[in-house]
């Protein structure tokens, strides 16, 4: 395993600081700047499908700076991709700052180790970064009132800060932080627990619907995302991939390439290792002077591709190979009591399979890389969502050191974990150190859908046990999918403890006899995580499930899942054997709550109607889940006439805990369940011979305009600690909406997509 992966995938157990100077942040942001530079450190945790690898440190250092002139420059390490971390982070320190929001600057930090993990995904932003952030404007104001106190010759209680101005209570004199900020930088930053902080009353940002910072520049084409960068005498370059994983070029014609206007050289990629990680696919590049020329000499390139181990595999006989084995008794990774002899004893049993297809991220914005390499060093600028990965993997393909790497990250176009994989920066670096120039790699729509990372194709299969009185006495799970760990080892032929944490071997039931298990399945595409990883086929299937006991119980779904969940408690999975990686955090302060669970989804049913009667042809499904430590609850109504379905509402409940910013939960919310409706209906790569047969939107379809719902959602209010926003709302779409399907006709779907049962 390479060293990029193991730093930005492993977790921190000894929690070591890089302490971060002046002349440091600047370095860091590329910023010049007087006055006052406060540094905090704050160790940061795995990606929620790495839990259960090697133990490993990582910390982060954030930085607050304010200027003479009172300009308040909060970095943001993380990146930009319409979810509004750029406005939630500093929503957080300027509340406590008590900076006027008009002062504040936001700017984007370049790819340093020192800030601990940049990569923007787990839904664990805000997470992991509110107390440190409250605590960061906690201690920059405590610093500015002493500063102003010693200047008046007042004790410190005697001031108090208020829209970038500390003000002397007695004299009603005032002064800016911009006059302060020098002094202030020279006091001893206060111990952390002799800190006060605002009551959640007094919050003047936390929890209010802040616009994004970014939001004006984006609606006037004022930004710069990954396809927007332009340097001077820059080429282009666009690579003809592999289409089978493993298979090399074995010939092509590059006189034919050369005849083409504007095509000025073409580059073989260096063969990819096994395991490919992070490493480009094996190719050619052409490279001309634009886009079109380097298309168009990429058609003439007539690529004899060799063999591959992989070229064999089908995804149709691969899931019916899936099916056949999900049946029988599998690996148990999580027992309590004991399932089978409860089984043999029921009144009647229950079981159901289900699958998922093969899925891609399939962002608006394909991936994006420039790069420019001279005297040894290399500047990057990408739409990355991993900008430490990017330095690093760049660094390890071009035999330099790291700190001779730049990353420069813009916005992205929407990315859904497949730009945390930075194999298209590293593409951009390498055609750059050939030609000497600056090079700009532009990926299709094709190449993103046909050359990406992709959700597991996968198959689970659910038995559950019933006594005389309809009440569930025995439960049985296995789920079957290739691991995203093979994509790493090259090895891995069964899902991992990580993986198995989302939404598998966490299930909440209070079910006296219980057993989950699992089924090898081999790799043969690169696997990778997409928006909510794998909560996405176990909140089906479970979601699914939950719905056909209920209707063969003859009560209501809703009914149902209270009586599965039972009494409120807490649940621990490790209790019964399981190794619960729980998205990082400790169960002690994120705890398996039942009460926050059963409390989404009354909500949503009550605020839906989901429980009220519907006309002829029309019904609700419900369905709920919990993941990225954040409890979602999702009500579907559709209408199917003449073998189509449309759906006419969504509403959906999510308990993050503390919100920051209102406006953003409610576009997660929304984001989620439009991406949760392109999944359910109509997502699916299919592979033949190893290759992906799909190739843009018009057969890997994603949701129009008039394919969607109205979409309402509730969020609960709460003090607890903030869990996450950008991924828990998809995984309870799908289910709810096939449910609401079975109950409007009759017919059951268990194998996504809808499209190949009912028309969208």
């Known amino acids: 395993m390479i060293e990029s992966f193991e730093k930005s995938a492993k977790a921190g157990t000894d929690k070591q600081v890089k302490p971060v100077s002046r002349r440091d942040f600047l370095k860091l942001t590329g910023m010049t700047t007087g006055g006052f530079v406060l540094g905090s450190m704050l160790p940061i945790s795995l990606p929620a499908w790495a839990h259960g690898n090697t133990p490993h440190d990582n910390t982060l250092n954030l930085f607050v700076a304010i200027e003479n002139s009172g300009r308040v420059n909060i970095v943001c390490h993380r990146s930009e991709m319409g979810q509004g971390i750029r406005t939630g982070i500093p929503q957080v320190v300027a509340d406590e700052l ?207 591709w060799g063999e591959s181990p992989h070229q064999s595999h089908n995804s149709d006989e691969y899931l019916a190979e899936l099916n056949k084995r999900i049946t029988g008794k599998g690996k148990t990774i999580r027992e309590g009591g004991d399932a089978y002899a409860a089984m043999e004893n029921a009144a009647r049993k229950i079981s159901a399979t289900y699958t998922i297809p093969y899925l891609v991220h399939a962002p608006m914005e394909p991936p994006a890389a420039t790069a420019v390499f001279k005297d040894g060093a290399c500047e990057v ?46 593409e951009a670096a390498l055609i750059a150190k050939h030609t000497g120039k600056p090079v700009k790699v532009v990926w299709s729509r094709e190449d993103d859908i046909q050359q990406g990372y992709y959700h597991a194709i996968s198959s689970q299969h659910f038995v559950a046990g019933l006594d005389e009185d309809n009440k569930v006495n025995a439960w049985i799970q296995r789920t079957a999918f290739p691991s995203i760990s093979w994509t790493f080892s090259g090895v891995t032929d069964e899902p991992s403890d990580g993986e198995l944490s989302l939404g598998f071997g966490d299930v909440p039931f209070n079910v006296a006899n219980l057993s989950c298990e699992t089924h090898k399945a081999p790799a043969h595409i690169r696997i990778g995580w997409i928006r909510s990883v794998s909560n996405i086929q176990h909140a089906f299937a479970q979601g699914s499930f939950v719905d056909e006991l209920a209707h063969a119980s003859k009560i209501p779904t809703h009914q149902m899942w209270h009586q599965l969940l039972g009494e409120d408690r807490l649940v621990n999975p490790k209790e019964q054997g399981f190794e619960y990686g729980n998205y990082g955090e400790s169960l002690e302060r994120f705890p398996i709550d039942t009460k926050r669970l059963k409390h989404v989804l009354d909500t949503v049913v009550a605020k839906s109607g989901a429980d009220k009667s519907t006309a002829n042809g029309e019904a609700w499904g419900i369905s709920a889940h919990r993941s990225f430590v954040s409890y979602v609850a999702v009500a579907t109504k559709v209408r199917v006439k003449d073998d189509k379905v449309t759906v006419l509402e969504m509403h959906s409940c999510i308990d993050a805990g503390t919100v920051v910013n209102p406006d953003r939960v409610l576009s997660q919310q929304e984001g989620s369940m439009i991406f949760g409706l392109s999944i359910a209906m109509m997502g699916e790569v299919t592979i033949k011979d190893g290759a992906v047969q799909q190739s843009n939107y018009n057969d890997y379809q994603v949701l129009r305009m008039s394919q969607s719902p109205m979409i309402k959602t509730y969020i609960v209010e709460s003090d607890a600690i903030p869990g996450g926003v950008g991924e828990p709302g998809t995984p309870p779409v799908a289910p709810s909406l096939t449910n609401a399907i079975f109950h409007a006709t009759g017919k059951r779907i268990r194998d996504l997509p809808i499209n190949k049962h009912l028309k969208v």
């Open 381 to 426: 600028w990408a739409c990355t969502q991993t900008p430490q990965s990017t330095q690093q993997n760049v660094a390890g393909a071009l035999g330099i050191a790291k700190e001779k790497v730049k990353v420069n990250v813009t916005l992205l176009g929407g990315a859904f974990g497949r730009k945390s994989k930075p194999d298209f920066s590293v």
């Open 98 to 304: 008590c900076v006027a929001w008009e002062d504040v600057h936001v700017v984007q930090g370049l790819a340093n180790e020192a800030y601990g993990s940049q990569n923007t995904d787990g839904s664990r932003s805000i997470r992991n970064f509110y107390a440190k952030m409250r605590e960061m404007g906690a201690t920059a104001r405590t610093m500015l009132e002493q500063a102003a106190a010693e200047k008046w010759g007042v004790p410190i209680a005697d001031v108090y800060a208020k829209d970038s101005f500390v003000i002397n209570k007695n004299s009603k004199q005032k002064v800016s932080f911009g006059a302060l900020a020098e002094a202030a930088s020279k006091i001893k930053a206060p111990a952390p627990d002799t800190l006060t902080y605002k009551s959640k009353k007094d919050f003047k940002y936390i929890g209010k619907p802040m616009p994004i910072v970014d939001l004006k520049d984006m609606v006037t084409g004022n930004t710069v995302f990954g396809q927007d960068v332009k340097l001077e005498g820059m080429l282009y370059a666009s690579i003809q991939r592999n289409p089978v994983v493993g298979s090399k070029v074995v010939s092509f014609d590059k006189d034919a390439v050369m005849k083409t206007n504007g095509v000025v050289d073409v580059f073989k990629m260096p063969d990819q290792p096994t395991p490919v990680v992070f490493h480009p696919s094996n190719g050619v590049a052409v490279i001309a002077t634009n886009t079109w020329a380097a298309t168009q000499g990429r058609n003439a390139l007539n690529i004899t």
